[in-house]
């Protein structure tokens, strides 16, 4: 079983300040994709990075891809209460879309004003 | 983009009756259509994974005599969860992949009293 970890699991910041999301596994991931959820809602796509090393930047949100593509991480510059909410990182667990998502644990943001 | 749609949104429904969740996909074929639960404050959990015209697929732990899954056409697919209980109760997602999209539902909230 292809396990991810996220961390940290909750995180209350005040606006203005960075902050990093982790996501880790020992298992090598064809590609990773970072999603954001709010309540009652399905999750909404953010980025897919796909190769080892990869960098990807979304305006404040900046996302990267190990080098062994078996983490990622997400790092939110100058945070705002826009910004709340649950981010959760997945594995895609094969290369061709047949596979369901293997989701991490999730971080819930709260960006205080 | 490709759209899921998702309904009903919100059921209440009485522990030992049977609930009917349905996904539909808007402008597109769903070959497979993946099943997720999420519980209060935890991360999406793949639940099982239906293919079109051929028996679903279950995580390990689901039991598929309760999630009856049903894809009989590219355009609908079926969660029924049967004989509810109130542990049943989460908020059930939908999602479908192309290529390396994943569309999801918004999402079924099951409460079960």
């Known amino acids: 079983t292809q396990l991810l970890e996220q961390s940290p699991q909750f995180l209350s910041i005040q606006e203005g300040e960075n902050l990093t999301v982790y996501c880790n596994s020992s298992?090598?991931?064809?590609?990773l994709q970072w999603y954001r959820q709010e309540p009652g809602e399905g999750p909404v796509l953010l980025v897919t990075v796909v190769t080892g090393g990869e960098v990807k930047k979304l305006k404040r949100l900046t996302f990267q891809f190990g080098d062994a593509r078996k983490d990622s991480s997400l790092h939110i510059t100058a945070a705002q209460p826009g910004d709340t909410g649950l981010y959760l990182c997945?594995?895609?667990?094969?290369?061709?879309?047949?596979?369901?998502?293997?989701f991490g644990k999730g971080t819930h943001l709260i960006i205080q004003p | 983009g490709a759209v899921v749609s998702q309904h009903p949104s919100r059921v209440i429904c009485k522990s030992g009756t049977s609930v009917k969740i349905e996904c539909r996909s808007l402008d597109f074929q769903a070959t497979t259509m993946f099943w997720y639960r999420q519980f209060p404050k935890q991360s999406l959990m793949l639940m099982a994974t239906?293919?079109?015209?051929?028996?679903?697929?279950?995580e390990q732990g689901v039991e598929k005599d309760k999630f009856l899954i049903n894809h009989a056409s590219l355009t609908l697919s079926t969660l029924t969860v049967t004989s509810a209980h109130p542990e049943d109760s989460s908020f059930y997602i939908c999602?479908?992949?192309?290529?390396?999209?994943?569309?999801f539902g918004s999402g079924t909230r099951l409460t079960v009293v």
């Open positions: 997945a594995g895609v667990r094969s290369g061709g879309g047949a596979d369901g998502l293997t």
């Open positions: 239906s293919n079109e015209g051929s028996k679903a697929t279950y």
């Open positions: 999602s479908t992949a192309l290529n390396y999209g994943y569309t």
């Open positions: 298992s090598v991931f064809s590609s």
